[in-house]
């Protein structure tokens, strides 16, 4: 059974603070990763995707691939109130299966 | 209208009842797919079409039933439902289908189904 294990939170993060979601998963031969937002009573919106080894920049948002290790981390910097919200990770397994993890609430305080 | 639209938002329905969710997408993509996502569970796979084919059905019981007439519009028939079925039913569509970085999907805003 393939899967997607994310830490449920809630993760707190004062404003302004980095906020670190990770997420492992377990298929090796995975090649395209996914980082969603889902708001409460929303559906979700992809944040970013990546599919090399290595940081991925977009604004304040940082995807981290590491596939020797098979994790996936999103790092937000200068966070805020806004960014309060449920993050799912989803990874293409090598049947190009999107395989999704449960998510990580974040709750960032003001 | 652009993006995924789905209807209802809300629906509440009787075990005996009948109802259809449906979904839209302005995207002109190939692929759509029904997701049931239930509290602190991952989203769970329910159907796949691609150009219009059910290419997948992850042992959905037989009281939903896919429809999907052209490749911008996809159904979710609804009968003799049970409480537990009640969830977030989420409607998503991507460029193509089983093909790597073109399988990013996109979300309709969802229907919150209650069964009582």
């Known amino acids: 059974q393939k899967e997607v294990e994310q830490n449920s939170g809630p993760l707190s993060v004062p404003e302004g603070a980095i906020a670190s979601l990770n997420c492992t998963y377990s298929?090796?031969?995975?090649?395209?990763f996914f980082w969603y937002r889902q708001y409460s009573g929303k559906s979700p919106e992809l944040i970013m995707s990546i599919y090399s080894n290595g940081d991925k920049e977009d604004g304040r948002f940082t995807a981290q691939l590491n596939k020797a290790s098979q994790y996936v981390s999103l790092l937000i910097r200068d966070s805020q109130p806004s960014d309060s919200a449920t993050y799912l990770c989803?990874?293409?397994?090598?049947?190009?299966?999107?395989?999704w993890g449960a998510g990580t609430k974040l709750i960032i305080k003001p | 209208e652009t993006g995924v639209t789905q209807t209802p938002r809300h629906l509440v329905m009787g075990m005996t009842n009948k109802k259809s969710l449906k979904c839209e997408q302005h995207l002109g993509h190939n692929a759509m797919y029904w997701y049931k996502q239930s509290a602190k569970k991952p989203l769970e796979l329910m159907f796949v079409y691609s150009l219009e084919e059910r290419v997948e059905n992850n042992s959905v019981p037989s009281r939903f039933s896919p429809e999907c007439p052209n490749s911008s519009h996809l159904f979710l028939h609804l009968h003799t439902l049970q409480p537990e079925d009640s969830a977030l039913y989420l409607c998503?569509?991507?460029?193509?289908?089983?093909?790597?970085?073109?399988?990013?999907?996109?979300f309709g805003p969802g229907t919150r189904l209650t069964v009582l």
């Open positions: 989803a990874v293409l397994d090598s049947n190009y299966q999107l395989i």
């Open positions: 298929d090796r031969v995975s090649q395209s």
């Open positions: 998503a569509s991507s460029p193509l289908y089983r093909s790597g970085r073109t399988d990013t999907q996109y």
